[in-house]
């Protein structure tokens, strides 16, 4: 579920899971971190700060991981919130497609 914050152009998505296999929250903010890190670099960020929605006006990340705001209640129901800018990420996102159809003319 995605929802406004009160600000002109960051949201957060609200995304509740239950999962098929058992995970701490500690081994999905680690799977997480290690993705914002390596293969999804530049498109998922990691944030363990104390963050409000203003910290991320202006970011080119699609998607922020606030691994301090999400919650497990077991090893098989958890709350993941995660951060982005409303049109700088999309933007981001589209110049990126750009470039990359460019390359493969």
């Known amino acids: 579920m995605a929802f406004r914050v009160p600000v002109a152009d960051v949201s957060v998505v609200d ?5 098929s296999k058992p995970a701490s929250y500690a081994e999905i903010k680690e799977a ?5 890190h ?3 670099k530049g498109v998922l960020g990691y944030t ?5 929605s203003s910290d991320f006006i202006g970011d080119t990340h699609s998607s922020i991981f606030d691994a301090g705001a999400g919650i497990s209640l077991n090893d098989n129901f958890v709350k993941l919130i995660s951060w982005y800018d409303n049109e700088f990420g ?9 470039l990359y159809m460019h390359s493969k003319e």
């Open 90 to 98: 999309y933007s981001h996102r589209v110049a990126d497609l750009l």
């Open 15 to 19: 995304l509740t899971c239950r999962l």
């Open 38 to 40: 390596g293969p999804m």
């Open 32 to 36: 997480c971190k290690k993705a914002a």
């Open 48 to 52: 363990e700060d104390q963050v409000v």
